[in-house]
C-alpha cells in the first residue's frame, strides 16, 4: 500500500509565493513519477500542472510554466512545489499523485487561496 499526504496550503496574496509538500509512504520502492494537479472551485476535471519522472524530467502547462517549480528531495521522496507570482486563478484544491509500479495513488488534496 501507498499513502500520499499533502500538506504547506493556505491564504496567499496576489503575487505571493507558496510551497506545498507531498510526503508519499508504504511500499515506495518503484516510483516512477510524481505529478501536481489541482481543482478549481466549480470545476469538476482537475488540472495537471507540473510532473517529475524518476529521472528528474518535469514538465508544466503553459499557464504555470516559469512560476511553478516541481522538486524533490531524494532523501525522503519528498516532493515540492514551489508556486511564485501567484495569481486569484490559481485558487484550487492541490493534489499530489505518485506512480508506484505503473499504479497511480493521490493524496486528499491541499486548499490554495490566492486573494486580491
Known amino acids: 500500500q501507498v499513502q500520499v499526504v499533502e500538506s504547506g496550503g493556505g491564504l496567499v496574496q496576489t503575487g505571493g509565493s507558496l510551497t506545498v509538500s507531498c510526503a508519499p509512504s508504504?511500499?515506495?520502492?518503484?516510483?516512477?513519477?510524481m505529478a501536481w494537479y489541482r481543482q478549481a472551485p466549480g470545476k469538476q476535471q482537475r488540472e495537471f500542472v507540473a510532473?517529475?519522472?524518476?529521472?528528474?524530467?518535469?514538465n508544466y502547462p503553459d499557464s504555470v510554466k516559469g512560476r511553478f517549480t516541481i522538486s524533490k528531495d531524494n532523501a525522503n521522496n519528498t516532493v515540492y512545489l514551489q508556486m511564485n507570482n501567484l495569481k486569484p486563478e490559481d485558487t484550487a484544491v492541490f493534489y499530489c499523485?505518485?506512480?508506484?509500479?505503473?499504479?497511480?495513488?493521490w493524496g486528499q488534496g491541499t486548499q490554495v487561496t490566492v486573494y486580491s
Open positions: 499523485a505518485v506512480n508506484v509500479a505503473g499504479r497511480w495513488y
Open positions: 508504504g511500499r515506495i520502492d518503484s516510483i516512477v513519477a
Open positions: 510532473t517529475m519522472s524518476a529521472s528528474g524530467t518535469t
